[in-house]
């Protein structure tokens, strides 16, 4: 059925149908006549995660409607999407007799924190002073403050477990050559650990592909269980990683547009593959990857008028 939907003779077991040319049109079809002709309900993981024949089929469950599950949908369409995001699932409606009490309006400042928390997928295609990524980068280093070690993120038990590592693209950032490097936090220096890493498409989920290929630099956020397991346990151990992940990510997506840099989160990826590079520990893993480069040019227009706007506005309060 797959080689039928993209017209090929044959299609293996194996083979990736996103490096076929399928497209998330091609998928909802491919699940839509698995469910007509054999009543079974196709996984919408191995869709997303594993898009070959034989994983597809190791997903299959049987359908109780007999349709198209809607979830494939979600998952694949982005008309679909876009409605399910409009629904606000996780808002509650209450009973409106509930005593409500206003937040404060939307100003300009809030607009310009809004656009710095967007995550931008498309940046500009030239090479990145290393001077800005470096900006970026410094504030996760650590600096004394009251004779003890300090971060901008809190660490649960002040244990920073996470580890931060820099991936440069060949040619696209100036000053740095191309490569790995882990940031060591307390001598606040990159140290570069391999120059041979490329990352391709392969290591990617299929809608993430694209964003990974046009960005100049990665960050990757590990866990160190070892740093934190004594003192919490493995379960809460893993729970605070994600926290302090959490926090990172934050700090830097938010802080990337100032110095004219975008960042966009990347959920998860084909790690076992680049691994060896980072020469990890049995127990550490990736947490998560922040994918970035240089803003385009009317990225950067549209943030001064916000920016702008919100100075003016403080502007005008201190005045009156």
Request: with cysteine; aromatic share 6%.
């Amino acid at each position: 059925m797959a080689a039928e939907l993209l017209g090929l003779p044959s299609v293996g077991p194996d083979t990736d149908l996103y490096d076929l040319g399928a497209t998330w049109d091609t998928m909802i079809r491919l699940a839509a006549g698995l469910t007509a002709r054999y009543g079974v309900r196709v996984s919408v993981d191995a869709l997303i995660d594993n898009p070959t024949p034989r994983a597809i089929a190791d997903g299959l469950a049987p359908s109780h409607c007999g349709e198209l599950s809607r979830d494939v949908r979600i998952a694949l369409d982005p008309r679909v999407q876009q409605r399910f995001r409009e629904a606000r699932i996780a808002e509650r409606r209450l009973h409106p007799e509930l005593t409500r009490v206003a937040l404060d309006p939307v100003t300009p400042a809030e607009r310009a924190a809004l656009s710095d928390a967007a995550a931008p997928r498309e940046f500009d295609k030239g090479p990145l002073p290393g001077a800005l990524l470096n900006s970026l980068l410094t504030l996760t280093a650590s600096a004394e403050l009251s004779g003890r070690a300090c971060r901008r993120y809190p660490s649960a038990g002040g244990c920073y477990p996470v580890q931060i590592y820099l991936y440069v693209r060949h040619r696209r950032v100036l000053d740095l050559a191309g490569g790995l490097y882990y940031l060591n936090p307390g001598e606040r220096i990159l140290v570069h650990v391999d120059e041979d890493l490329r990352i391709t498409a392969d290591t990617q989920r299929p809608p993430n592909r694209s964003l990974v290929a046009r960005a100049a630099f990665g960050i990757f956020l590990v866990s160190t269980p070892a740093a934190i397991a004594p003192l919490w346990g493995e379960r809460l151990a893993t729970r605070f990683s994600v926290l302090e992940a959490g926090h990172i990510s934050q700090l830097l997506i938010t802080s990337a547009p100032a110095r004219g840099l975008g960042l966009a989160q990347v959920g998860s990826m084909e790690f076992a593959l680049v691994r060896r590079h980072f020469h990890l520990e049995p127990r550490q893993d990736l947490l998560v990857s922040l994918w970035g480069g240089a803003l385009r040019t009317a990225d950067l227009v549209r943030r001064e008028s916000l920016v702008g706007a919100s100075s003016d506005t403080r502007s005008s309060h201190k005045e009156s």
